[in-house]
């Protein structure tokens, strides 16, 4: 009978502790949990009004900034929501600073691509819209995020740089320029008049209002060939117009010389053949 007695003040005891424990900490863990739900309401909603102002200004920078801003926010609510738990915010503070920094020594590349993005963004050798040639890749860009830019390719493909490859590596920014000289090669014939054909080349390009007078286009003899005089045009576009001038001249060209009987060799060979007696 005592040892039922004895059990029961135990468990009426354990109850009781149950009970201030739950009267103690549950206002805190359901207000810590409301904070939490809508924290992350308020910064999502944050970052996406900054998103929206910060793109119409600078859609280069947005991604990464709205990302790191996002990134900071979190790490802080969940500091705050710890706190108001009763988890004492140095200890916090002192895990995730080792957290971070073992995440840190397992993440070396990642840290690098975020350098790299700083990096991308101080000295700015691109922006989004601008048309790169990287790491064997042409195309647009359309993102810098925080660790990765994102780039387009002309044939509709999704390339994804890690942002320390490009922060370390030669890269081309093909549109930093509104103009770029478009170089082509016509060869003619041994036996064709060179001035002729410089003639009806010049007038090919200024009938076209996609080349630009100034600078002057230059039409010169650039080699004597195996097997034809190749003629040097290096006209002057806007970035935009570079390839269409340059595919259309190519068809002009052609249909011209032919008008005007200029001939574009192509290689031959003679082959002479001896009887043997």
């Not at 259309?248 to 031959?268: C, N, S, W, Y």
């Amino acid at each position: 009978m005592e040892d039922l007695l004895g059990a029961e003040g135990r468990a009426s005891e354990l109850i009781d502790q149950a009970m201030t424990l739950i009267m103690t900490y549950a206002p805190k863990v359901v207000l810590a949990i409301i904070t939490l739900v809508v924290g992350l309401w308020l910064i999502t909603r944050f970052v996406g009004v900054l998103d929206n102002k910060l793109g119409k200004k600078d859609p280069t920078l947005n991604k990464f900034l709205c990302g790191l801003i996002g990134a900071i926010l979190k790490i802080l609510l969940f500091i705050s929501v710890a706190s108001m738990v009763g988890i004492a915010t140095t200890s916090f503070i002192a895990i995730i600073g080792a957290a971070g920094l073992a995440v840190g020594l397992a993440l070396q590349g990642s840290l690098g691509n975020f350098a790299g993005g700083v990096l991308i963004l101080i000295f700015k050798p691109f922006k989004v819209g601008d048309t790169i040639e990287a790491e064997g890749f042409l195309g647009a860009v359309r993102e810098i995020t925080i660790l990765y830019t994102i780039v387009d390719t002309f044939d509709n493909r999704r390339i994804v740089i890690p942002n320390g490859s490009l922060s370390n590596a030669t890269l081309v920014n093909v549109s930093y320029y509104d103009t770029r000289r478009c170089d082509m090669t016509f060869g003619i014939a041994y036996g064709d008049d060179i001035d002729k054909a410089r003639a009806v080349i010049k007038q090919l390009l200024d009938e076209d209002e996609r080349v630009l007078p100034e600078p002057e286009p230059r039409i010169s003899v650039g080699s004597l060939g195996d097997n034809s005089v190749n003629i040097i045009v290096r006209p002057w576009t806007k970035t935009d117009d570079l390839w269409p001038v340059y595919w259309d001249m190519h068809e002009r060209v052609k249909k011209a010389f032919d008008k005007e009987g200029l001939t574009i060799p192509f290689p031959q060979r003679d082959v002479h053949l001896y009887k043997s007696e």
